[in-house]
């Protein structure tokens, strides 16, 4: 999401919990010790360990003695007490949640030892939606080891866009600074991801889903488990890994056919970036099921611990209540330096967002339905895709075209997007302020905005769906379904 002046948290920071923590990495391979930051007044503390595919699985627990540790800010290292789980060897590939809770059991060997058998707390949740919380949660990805890759995807999940809205310490990328912010001196805003919070178990920044209010927007409920949930149910095998991982280690793509990203993947450093470039030019496909793409970069610190953004143009100051989006000169845009067109085959500045209450039905309209994409789904060019579930938004990307001779859209590759890119349904967007669209600044106002989906093939085939909300209507359109399993099964 942009930054917006009058777009305020309305996720409350909770009341201080009877257990909180979070992972001193968001990742960890199966075989290899899982370190947990805890937080609580509780003599002991108890985590049980969950699965979430297409249906959540407890996967075992631990137990530790309990010490008190004070909140921090959001740009520092909390730095809670420390405690340490092997994870079993034979956990496969996925992401887990921790849900954390106060500990009656009677403190012997038995129970101070991890505990992988441990029966799950009654009645067990059946889905990602019962285990989110805005504490006592935290999340992490098991990766699989080189040895142990046999799945063809890897499933990437956007740790950095979710400690972007996280608010744990009274924080975020978002909103103003004040003194005495360390940041006000150098514009960069920073987070840590050693806090609460990144996915799930903190406060997060934005406005409720009008479209969807079981979870708050920027949480792993929200956006990846449904896809991730659906993925598995439809009988694709994948590995997970976080941007973290990718950003640190340009051979993680090794040995993968297809690289997925859903919901929202906002935020990228320069490393992830290039990892992934690469890994399209060695042939290597790439299905985005999202929207609003890489469109801010960070920097991450050293040792991984923590991101810095840059926001406002030199000579706006860091407390100004501005949108930085309406504005050209941001430092970390990344379309004001090498627009990730290039990548992704479209760009959030040629669509927009819209951010509050519920939005008019719009869907894409389609061409170029002879291909393989639209097999199954009895669409033909024209035809609406996704309207009647407002399948373009929140926010959604497009690319600069024109309409040919026939009237079909095709790309102009003004804007970066490879002039190979093929566009397969375009959603023409409402500009009038009163329907609630925002649009962020752009080199050329014409044409029109619109969200565009389509794919281009440069090594790799990168497929890009163009809106947030796709994995929304994997469970409720059947054509959106059959699009995403023709898009899996061509490319992995």
Not at 135 to 160: D, M, N, W
Not at 171 to 180: A, I, K, N, Q
Not at 371 to 392: K, N, Q, S, Y
Not at 469 to 477: E, G, I, K, P
Request: hydrophobic share 35%.
């Amino acid at each position: 999401m942009p930054d917006a002046q009058h777009d305020p948290a309305l996720v409350a920071p909770p009341d201080r919990p009877a257990v909180d923590g979070y992972p001193a990495r968001p990742s960890v391979r199966a075989g290899d010790t899982l370190r947990l930051h805890v937080s609580t007044r509780a003599a002991r503390f108890r985590a049980d360990f969950y699965r979430c595919g297409a249906r959540i699985r407890h996967m075992g627990g631990t137990r530790g003695p309990g010490r008190y540790a004070p909140p921090g800010r959001h740009d520092q290292d909390w730095q809670w007490p420390g405690h340490d789980f092997t994870v079993p060897a034979d956990w496969p590939s996925g992401v887990y949640i921790a849900v954390l809770s106060p500990d009656a059991t009677a403190a012997t060997a038995a129970t101070a030892a991890t505990a992988p058998k441990a029966a799950p707390p009654d009645p067990p949740p059946t889905c990602a939606e019962a285990l989110d919380a805005r504490h006592s949660r935290l999340l992490f990805v098991v990766t699989p080891g080189p040895s142990e890759r046999t799945a063809r995807i890897l499933y990437k999940v956007p740790v950095f866009t979710y400690h972007a809205y996280n608010q744990s310490g009274g924080g975020s990328l978002y909103g103003t600074l004040r003194p005495p912010e360390t940041e006000l001196r150098t514009a960069a805003r920073t987070v840590t991801l050693r806090r609460p919070g990144g996915g799930i178990g903190g406060p997060v920044k934005g406005y409720p889903d009008a479209h969807d209010p079981r979870t708050p927007r920027q949480t792993f409920a929200h956006w990846d488990a449904p896809f991730i949930a659906w993925l598995e149910a439809a009988g694709f095998s994948a590995d997970y890994c976080t941007d973290l991982d990718l950003h640190e280690s340009p051979q993680l793509t090794d040995g993968y056919r297809l690289l997925i990203s859903a919901g929202h993947d906002e935020y990228w450093s320069e490393p992830v970036r290039r990892h992934v470039t690469a890994f399209r030019d060695r042939g290597g496909n790439f299905a985005l099921f999202g929207g609003n793409t890489c469109w801010w970069r960070v920097t991450v610190t050293d040792d991984g611990s923590a991101l810095r953004c840059t926001k406002h143009p030199p000579g706006v100051p860091p407390d100004a209540h501005v949108d930085i989006d309406r504005l050209r000169g941001s430092p970390d845009h990344w379309w004001e330096s090498d627009p990730e067109n290039s990548l992704t085959g479209v760009s959030y500045r040629n669509a927009g967002g819209h951010w509050q209450g519920r939005r008019p039905p719009l869907g894409f309209t389609v061409q170029h339905t002879d291909h393989a994409v639209f097999a199954g789904t009895g669409l033909r060019d024209g035809d609406l895709l996704g309207a009647e579930h407002a399948l373009v938004g929140y926010e959604c990307d497009g690319a600069a075209h024109r309409r040919d001779a026939s009237g079909r859209a095709v790309a102009t590759g003004a804007d970066g997007t490879p002039a190979d890119f093929t566009i397969l349904g375009v959603a023409d967007l409402p500009v009038d302020p009163a329907v609630g669209w925002q649009f962020a600044a752009r080199e050329d106002p014409d044409p029109a905005r619109a969200a565009t989906f389509g794919l281009y093939t440069r090594g790799g085939t990168v497929f890009t769906g163009a809106t947030t909300d796709w994995a929304r209507l994997l469970a409720v359109d059947p054509q959106v379904r059959a699009i995403t399993r023709n898009v899996i099964a061509l490319l992995s």
